[in-house]
C-alpha cells in the first residue's frame, strides 16, 4: 500500500503552502495532490503556481496530481478547469463530472475523486471505460461497502481516505462569508484567518461539524491507520492523509516508514477522531473494531 497526500482543503496563506510542499518533497510519501477544490476566491496560490510546485514534487521523486473544483458555479471557473486538464503534464482527479467530461473528451487519464457520487461497481466500471485509473472512496461508505464492490478484482486502484477531516458537503452559499455578515463576492477570503476551518457546536457546546467556506465537514477526523492492514488484505492501494497542518506530513512519512519496516500501524484514537462511516455506523462514532 501506498501513502498519498490529499490536497489542502483550507485556504492557507502561500507561504505556508509553498513550506508544506518542501517538506512533502523530502519525505517519503508516494503520490501527492495539489490545486484548490473548494473555493476559486482563494486565490493566494493560482494554478500556475501549482504547476510549478508539481513540477518540483515531481523531480523528488513524487506521483502528481492536480485536483479540480468540487462544485463549479461560473463559466470562469470552466475555463480553470479546462486549462487544468489540458496542463499537459499531470494527471488530474476529477472531482466533479465536467472534470470527468473534459479527461475524457481529451482521453486523457484521470483519477475519480471522493466528491463524485459513485455507489456501484456499475457506475466505476463506466467511468473505467471512459479513462479512470484510480477511485477514491466517498467518506460515507463502508468497509462492507467496499468488500462487495470489489468482490470481483477491478481494473482500476482503489483509494481510501484514512485520516483527516472528512468534507460532507458543498454549497452554493458561503458559511464563513455569512458568518461575519459578508456577500460571498466580497468575502475578503476571510478563510484566511480559518487555517482548519470554523467549528460548529450543538447548544450543548458539543462538537458538531467544521465549516471550511462553502464546504462542510466533519467536526472530528477520521481515523483508519489501524485498519490499514485490512485494507491492504481488501486491494486498496492507496491510504490517503489529507492535510490538517504541516504536521500531517510527520504523520504520512511515519506511515511510510512503518509499512516499509512491515509494522503494524496504530491509530492515536482521541476524543476528536472518529471512524464510524468505515464500520456501517454513524460518522461520527468512534468503533471498537
Known amino acids: 500500500m501506498k501513502i498519498a497526500l490529499g490536497p489542502i482543503s483550507y485556504c492557507w496563506e502561500k507561504d505556508k503552502v509553498y513550506t508544506f510542499y518542501e517538506k512533502a518533497a523530502q519525505s517519503q510519501v508516494h503520490s501527492v495532490y495539489l490545486g484548490e477544490t473548494v473555493c476559486s476566491r482563494r486565490r493566494e496560490v493560482k494554478l500556475a503556481d501549482y504547476l510549478a510546485i508539481a513540477r518540483q514534487l515531481n523531480a523528488a521523486g ?9 462544485l463549479i458555479e461560473a463559466q470562469s471557473e470552466i475555463g480553470e478547469l479546462k486549462r487544468c486538464v489540458d496542463n499537459g503534464e499531470f494527471i488530474i482527479e476529477a472531482n466533479d463530472m465536467a472534470a470527468v467530461h473534459y479527461a475524457s473528451e481529451a482521453k ?7 466528491s463524485i457520487n459513485n455507489y456501484n461497481r456499475a457506475s466505476l466500471d463506466i467511468l473505467h471505460k471512459l479513462g479512470m485509473v484510480r477511485f477514491v ?87 483508519l491507520i489501524s485498519e490499514i492492514p485490512n485494507m491492504k488484505a481488501l486491494g486498496v492501494s492507496y491510504f490517503r492523509v489529507s492535510p490538517t497542518a504541516l504536521s500531517s506530513i510527520e504523520l504520512a512519512d511515519e506511515l511510510c516508514i512503518t509499512l516499509t519496516q512491515q509494522q503494524v500501524p496504530q491509530s492515536k484514537h482521541s476524543s476528536e477522531s472518529c471512524n464510524g462511516y468505515w464500520f456501517g455506523e454513524a460518522g461520527f462514532n468512534q468503533v471498537s473494531p
Open 108 to 114: 486523457l487519464p484521470f483519477i475519480c475523486g471522493p
Open 137 to 223: 472512496m466517498p467518506y460515507e461508505l463502508s468497509r462492507d461497502w467496499l468488500t462487495k464492490v470489489i468482490e470481483t478484482q477491478p481494473e482500476f486502484d482503489i483509494e481510501v481516505m484514512g485520516h483527516g477531516y472528512m468534507p460532507l458537503a458543498h454549497s452554493a452559499r458561503c458559511f464563513t462569508a455569512k458568518h461575519f455578515g459578508l456577500r460571498k463576492d466580497n468575502c475578503d477570503t476571510l478563510c484566511k484567518t480559518h487555517p482548519k476551518g470554523m467549528l460548529a457546536q450543538t447548544q450543548e457546546n458539543q462538537p458538531l461539524l467544521r465549516l471550511n467556506g462553502i464546504q462542510t465537514q466533519s467536526a472530528a477526523y477520521v481515523d
Open 62 to 70: 513524487k506521483e502528481v496530481i492536480l485536483s479540480t473544483m468540487a
